[in-house]
């Protein structure tokens, strides 16, 4: 399909450039001549520029800005998504720029009086400079759309960091750019048609050939050659520091496409000296740029990348409580305080004797084994790091069988969406914790089953008791997280909860019957023998028929038919 769209878009190219479009009936426009008078091209900017900005393309792009804004920045955790959010706001500014500036260049001939330019004393190349120069104009409204929208983030407590301003002027310069690219198409193909055409044209450009994780290229998500797109969004890793971004080299890289395609609009009337100049230091400033921002992180980067991930305990900052020991990345040590209250909580829902017959609780932060990557997809989590890094991790070292509780790097929300899940996955991990069942999986995503057992329902119902809307998020999740309606293996999620027990949907409507019951009148229950209820041995009919949740909901509770699951029993 790429190729056809290719094919097409040479052959209409091809076909407008074959009429030598340069001539109009009243006679030739006036290109390169000697004494030429470039100080009208100021006064031909400020009417290019107040032209721009009062054409309809324009104004809709303005007016539609702060909702691409608003979209692209809506879940954000740090500045460093939140500023290339902002950049990517900016992105369909640039598209309906294209447009405006292509049909302000086209007026002339759309109207007819195109023919009174060859009377006129300002040569073509003066003309295009001045449209070039009215780049200002559009410039100026990414510009403050960017700020204001910083001020709109810089609201959210949430957010980590500070603002990278870098990436965000990413997206000013594409505006910029989008003003060269309709500049351009208009000289060379002047037919308002191809304002659009080379609008879709970027989008294309950058969707599929800029973007090195698609064909053609089928490179890894956090390969470095990801920088030569317009824009290179972060990876899926989402700890700053283990993803390389050149931002300021980027930014000259496109300051160089910028000037190519200045040229390249000045270069219709002939490559005259000028022109020359004005191509050889694009080209040469883009290939410099782009070749240093593609290059792979060095040896002493990969190491201290490596070391990061391998040996947690050297670089997280751990401080402990009265229920556990929180270790957590730098970046992230602010979520401390949300994870102390959430796996407080949990334990609170069980009974004294279950932390008595525990070791020591430990929550220590690590990367999810299945991340979503930035087309709302699972990857690997390896697929978003550096190449180099990522061939000296494996499963094993990541993510061993240690028993502690691991909350990943990413936000918990639901599949690719913004519903946030309020710690409930990590309660759940607490509550599978406190009755003995393995908190995370380990290796490549190895998880067991516990199918039938009274310590699953009680670990899901101490996760769901001690959640905002906990109820209302179990029942979710056995809708969302179940294939077969048999057991909740989040097959379709595009980011899974870091859980170590593929749990059944039979366990899981036992724990939402056990969400009517007072907490206390449960965990007074469980007291009583609480061995016997932790026991993998003891069925969750027996704690059903116990709390007398029923007859349905025991029935309900009996062992399900064989799933297809290939996970393990639970030890």
Same mark, same amino acid.
């Given at each position: ?132 120069? *009215? ?25 980590? #960091? ?13 505006? %910029? ?51 030569? #797109? ?73 190491? %201290? ?47 004294? %004797? ?66 946030? %899940? ?17 908190? *995370? ?131």
């Amino acid at each position: 399909m790429e190729l056809i769209i290719i094919a097409v878009v040479l052959y209409l190219v091809f076909r407008g450039l074959s009429r030598g479009r340069n001539r109009v009936d009243g006679g030739q426009l006036v290109g390169w001549v000697p004494a030429t008078k470039w100080r009208v091209v100021a006064p031909l900017a400020r009417t290019s520029v107040r032209l721009v900005l009062r054409h309809p393309a324009l104004v809709m792009g303005v007016l539609v800005t702060p909702l691409m804004l608003f979209a692209a920045t809506e879940s954000v955790s740090s500045w460093r998504q939140a500023s290339t959010g902002i950049a990517l706001g900016l992105v369909p500014l640039g598209w309906l720029t294209i447009v405006a500036v292509n049909l302000v260049m086209l007026r002339p001939r759309r109207t007819g009086t195109e023919e009174l330019f060859a009377a006129l004393p300002a040569p073509q190349p003066v003309r295009t400079s001045a449209m070039l120069s *009215a780049a200002i104009g559009p410039v100026s409204a990414a510009a403050i759309l960017a700020a204001a929208w910083v001020l709109v983030v810089g609201s959210r407590d949430e957010v980590r #960091g500070s603002p990278q301003w870098a990436e965000i002027a990413a997206g000013v310069l594409i505006v %910029a750019g989008s003003v060269c690219v309709g500049v351009a198409v208009a000289r060379w193909l002047p037919n308002p048609g191809f304002g659009v055409l080379a609008a879709v044209a970027t989008i294309v450009i950058q969707a599929r050939f800029l973007d090195v994780a698609t064909w053609p290229w089928n490179r890894p998500e956090g390969d470095q050659l990801r920088f030569v #797109g317009f824009l290179a969004r972060p990876t899926s890793v989402t700890d700053d520091f283990l993803e390389l971004r050149p931002s300021g080299w980027h930014l000259v890289y496109l300051g160089g496409l910028v000037v190519v395609m200045a040229g390249v609009a000045l270069a219709r009337e002939g490559t005259h000296r000028p022109v020359a100049i004005v191509v050889g230091t694009g080209v040469l400033v883009a290939a410099t740029a782009g070749w240093i921002q593609t290059r792979p992180p060095s040896t002493a980067q990969h190491d %201290a990348m490596t070391a990061y991930l391998l040996e947690p305990g050297n670089h997280q900052i751990c401080e402990t409580s009265a229920t556990a020991r929180f270790c957590a990345y730098p970046n992230f040590s602010a979520d401390v305080a949300r994870w102390q209250d959430r796996v407080g909580q949990t334990l609170a829902m069980l009974p004294a %004797a279950a932390l008595a017959s525990r070791p020591a609780l430990n929550v220590i932060q690590r990367p999810a084994i299945i991340v979503s990557n930035n087309n709302c997809s699972p990857a690997a989590f390896e697929d978003g790091l550096p190449p180099g890094v990522a061939a000296r991790v494996s499963a094993a070292k990541l993510w061993p069988a240690d028993g502690h509780v691991h909350p990943p790097f990413a936000e918990e929300t639901f599949p690719c969406s913004e519903r946030a %899940a309020a710690g409930f996955f990590l309660a759940i991990q607490t509550g599978a914790w406190g009755v003995g069942l393995p908190p *995370a999986p380990h290796d490549a995503n190895e998880r067991c089953t516990a199918g039938s057992q009274a310590r699953a329902v009680i670990a899901l119902w101490a996760g769901a008791a001690a959640t905002p809307n906990g109820k209302m998020t179990l029942r979710d999740v056995i809708s969302d997280g179940s294939r077969d309606g048999l057991v909740i293996d989040f097959d379709d999620w595009d980011d899974p909860p870091m859980w170590g027990v593929d749990y059944t949907v039979a366990d899981a409507n036992v724990a939402l019957a056990m969400l009517d019951l007072p907490a206390d009148d449960v965990r007074a229950a469980l007291a009583v023998d609480w061995s016997r209820w932790t026991d993998r041995r003891t069925p969750s009919t027996a704690l059903a028929t116990e709390l007398r949740l029923g007859g349905t909901v025991v029935a309900a509770s009996a062992p399900p038919p064989p799933s297809p699951s290939p996970s393990a029993a639970c030890p």
